[in-house]
């Protein structure tokens, strides 16, 4: 009988694996051909998969019963002091919660596997060996052991063991290990059940019916609803047992309690049985005699479920023509029925399509259910310690900042998930006649009502529950925040992984580099998250006016989306446009928008260095003022010369597609071939016109005070001194590099000398919005909006003397000394707004800029 149960063992492993297989198939979803892939390179892929999960499933499990025991002791502390029934009582429910919790994780980790061994098709092969019906039957049951073998077996010895440990009580340790089998067995034939029924709905016969889906879409919630709420439930359980504690030793019925529970056969029939044993001498006679019976009708009750678990695979380990008949037997017979066919927009259709094959794969389920309910567990967490009765605005805010969160995270779930379930038919769709616009649209539209519903549900139960409308109201206004998260990272993805010569598609075909990908992909979306924070939180520095900050967002957010929408129809051109369409060029093809997104990347990653730096958090405290003003410049200059450098010209492609790095320079007017002195001399000759008149302003409208410490003084907090020379070669050249080097040689394209200064310098002057920055220590937002007027005029001035000059050169220098040695200049008390306004428009704007302009064409 023993080297039969071996030879059945040995015997089932390779029916195991076919099962383990099936189940990794079903939860690959749309994965499907990777996974195949690697267990076509690699033997022993299948064989590690088995062996690992197996492992993770009886780690998780065997710390179980250490839970049980915390519970143990706080309560057996009271041993003595408190009525023996109440204590009994207490340890019993701690039991029951330990083999519920048993149970439950069996349940998840064994469900997809069981499911899977149901549908019975592991077995076919089998019925072509000479092997009888008989063994067959217990080749199945012992399949589905081998499948959880290990986790089993630490279910069962990890609870005596672990009692053992903690009590050294060898009598109650032979308890728990006698109760140990019996109850992992009952566990075990429940789970045969659960996963013959799940079967049914998965793999059956009606399982393309409407029914069949609903069923295995609330299957699909709960099984990720228990799989999500275990800890929280355990969290709970455990701290209701003080509390059931100090209720039990009030309640006059605690014994007559006891007895009665004690005679219901699971939980609590070996719960009480256990228990009795950690005084057996206290333990009342009624209390011994009514937990016996409840312990011997717990084995009775494994005993009919252990048979009926048995007999209910005589069905699932028999020929596939039998288990037709026997379906065929079950369905009543159908009735002819009238079938309408109606036809869809290939939009429509597309978006059916994903809803159902949802509804039959488990991982692209869960990509559109997890995107729901993570911002709910997240939000309601973040929210525990705020007081709702009377909100301040900026705990709405902080709300709002988590609700905001999910865009980081969700637009990558969905894309991840959706995009990729083409992968196991892209031969088949290639074949066919599909517009690629009409995919891409019905899976944009698909991700942006699942975010829609996402982004609204939370701060709606939020609000019903709490009554802090505002924070709806508030949510509400950055929907179209939200819809720029979304298609800025569809579109991202399609251009790294979709494009080709002539069309973008949604499939991935260039996979190389894929992990550094992704990376900039998430690194993007979280710098306009961090930007966008930033901006809001300035906001509300300068007004506390909840309403204006929702129309704000709502202007941001919908001209995003409106710039987004129209760079998908650029990708994704309508049928007749389709002849001519090359992708990639968008940015050279329409310079104005190429301006805006240098201005708006260069802006972008000037906080990346803030985030590098947190790595040197430890060392800090350590360097002196001037070590951290030389580590900002280092991150800062390092990563706009990696922008500059290496993503403009190799990335964006700009100002010209395709070349080399030499070429690159020659574009952007850096090259050999120009006159190098002659540009130096004007780049130094213009700072003097600017420093003269700049001078003069501060003579004629105010008092002007010369201070060479502001060059070389020491640096301090407050003055830079002679680090103004260092900080401000980052203007001076990157800046240079971004608003006259490549810019101003897209625009040449398109527009006009004249159209080029103007727009070159707008966007160079708008780009110093971000200043607005300094009002959170404290500044003058009026002086951010004259520097930006004098900056746009200044911006007019630098690139006509690029266009002039053909060179980067003379830029660069008039640039970097007005922003070191201009600040020697520029050192002028003036008391009254109208001088001020005269001096810093008219003389550090206008009168330098057409001066420097005559000077240029002069020369």
């Not at 073998?149 to 009590?167: E, N, Q, R």
């Not at 001209?559 to 051109?573: D, Q």
């Not at 600017?690 to 502001?710: E, K, M, Q, R, S």
Request: hydrophobic content about 55%; overall charge positive; glycine content about 6%.
């Amino acid at each position: 009988m023993e080297s039969e149960l071996l030879d059945l063992y040995h015997k089932a492993k390779y029916v195991n694996r076919e099962v383990f297989v099936e189940a990794q198939l079903q939860s690959a979803g749309s994965n499907q051909a990777r996974l195949l892939e690697r267990m076509e390179k690699s033997k022993n892929f299948m064989r590690n998969n088995v062996i690992a999960t197996k492992v993770v499933y009886a780690f998780v499990l065997c710390f179980m019963p250490i839970l049980l025991l915390i519970g143990y002791f706080e309560v057996i502390q009271s041993l003595g002091s408190a009525p023996i029934e109440a204590i009994i009582f207490t340890e019993s429910i701690i039991f029951s919660i330990f083999f519920g919790l048993n149970f439950s994780y069996l349940i998840l980790f064994g469900m997809l596997n069981t499911s899977s061994f149901m549908s019975g098709e592991s077995f076919d092969w089998l019925h072509t060996l000479p092997i009888s019906e008989k063994k067959v039957k217990k080749l199945g049951f012992m399949t589905l052991f081998r499948s959880l073998d290990l986790p089993l077996i630490a279910m069962i010895v990890a609870f005596p063991v672990v009692i053992f440990i903690g009590t050294q009580d060898i009598l109650l340790t032979v308890i728990t290990a006698i109760t140990s089998v019996p109850n992992v067995l009952l566990s075990f034939c429940i789970l045969i059940f659960i996963g013959e029924k799940l079967s049914r709905i998965l793999y059956g016969k009606q399982k393309t019916t409407k029914k069949a889906s609903i069923l295995r879409m609330a299957t699909m919630v709960g099984y990720i609803l228990m799989a999500m709420s275990l800890g929280f439930i355990i969290q709970l359980a455990f701290q209701a047992v003080e509390t059931l504690f100090n209720l039990l030793i009030t309640f006059e019925s605690t014994s007559i309690l006891g007895l009665v529970f004690s005679l219901i056969p699971y939980p609590f029939g070996p719960s009480f049985f256990i228990s009795n044993f950690l005084a057996p001498t206290q333990i009342p006679p009624l209390l011994w005699v009514t937990s016996s019976i409840g312990f011997i009708l717990f084995l009775i009750l494994t005993w009919v479920v252990y048979r009926k678990a048995v007999n209910s695979l005589e069905l699932v380990t028999a020929s596939e023509k039998m288990r037709e008949k026997v379906e065929e037997t079950s369905v009543k017979e159908k009735e002819i029925v009238e079938v309408e066919i109606t036809t869809k927009t290939p939009i429509v259709a597309y978006m059916r399509k994903d809803l159902t094959t949802a509804t039959r794969d488990f991982q692209t389920f869960m990509f559109m259910i997890f995107p729901i309910i993570l911002p709910l567990i997240m939000v309601f967490s973040a929210s525990a310690g705020i007081e709702f009765a009377n909100p301040e605005t900026l705990d709405i805010l902080i709300i709002w900042l988590f609700v905001l969160m999910t865009c980081t995270y969700i637009p990558a779930m969905l894309v991840s998930g959706l995009l990729n379930m083409e992968e196991t038919g892209s031969a088949i769709l290639s074949s066919l006649p599909i517009l690629p616009r009409d995919q891409a649209k019905a899976k944009l539209l698909l991700m942006l009502s699942i975010q829609t519903f996402s982004f609204l549900i939370t701060p709606l139960i939020f609000s019903l529950i709490f009554g802090v409308w505002i924070v709806f109201v508030l949510v509400v206004s950055s929907i179209p925040l939200a819809w720029t998260f979304m298609i800025l990272f569809f579109e991202l993805k399609i251009r790294f992984f979709g494009q080709m010569k002539y069309k973008y598609i949604i499939e991935e075909i260039n996979r190389n580099y894929k992990i550094l990908k992704w990376v900039i992909m998430l690194a993007i979306e979280l710098g306009l998250f961090v930007l966008l924070l930033i901006t809001v939180f300035n906001i509300a520095f300068i007004t506390l006016n909840i309403p204006l900050i929702s129309i704000i967002l709502l202007g941001v957010g919908f001209a995003g989306t409106l710039i987004l929408w129209y760079a998908f129809n650029r990708m994704f051109p309508k049928p007749k446009e389709m002849k001519t369409y090359k992708t990639g060029g968008a940015l050279r093809q329409t310079p104005a928008l190429g301006a805006i997104v240098l201005a708006i990347t260069y802006i972008g990653f000037q906080f990346i260095p803030g985030f590098l730096e947190l790595l040197l958090l430890p060392i800090l405290p350590y360097l002196s003022l001037i070590g951290l003003y030389f580590i900002d410049f280092l991150f800062i200059f390092g990563t706009l010369a990696f922008l500059w450098l290496y993503v403009v010209p190799f990335g964006f492609k700009l100002p010209n597609k395709d070349r080399e790095f030499g070429e690159y320079l020659q574009d952007i007017g850096l090259g050999k071939k120009q006159p190098i002195l002659k540009n130096i001399a004007i780049g130094f000759a213009s700072f003097g016109i600017f420093a003269l008149v700049v001078w003069l302003g501060g003579v004629l409208l105010g008092t002007y005070v010369f201070d060479p410490n502001i060059l070389f003084g020491k640096p301090t907090l407050t003055n830079l001194g002679w680090f103004l020379f260092i900080i401000m070669l980052i203007p001076g050249i990157w800046e240079e590099f971004s608003f006259r080097g490549v810019i101003i040689p897209n625009l040449k394209r398109k527009y006009s000398q004249t159209q080029i200064i103007l727009i070159s310098g707008l966007v160079f002057g708008l780009t110093h919005a971000i200043n607005f920055l300094s009002i959170l220590g404290g500044g003058n937002p009026i002086y951010v909006v004259y520097q930006i007027i004098y900056a746009s005029l200044l911006g007019f001035g630098l690139g006509y003397m690029f266009l002039r000059t053909e060179s980067l050169i003379p830029c660069i220098i008039l640039h970097y000394l007005v922003d070191s040695v201009g600040q020697l200049f520029l050192n002028t008390i003036i008391t009254d707004w109208i001088s001020l306004s005269i001096y810093l428009i008219g003389f550090l704007g206008i009168i330098p800029t057409i001066l420097i302009i005559l000077f240029v064409k002069l020369v």
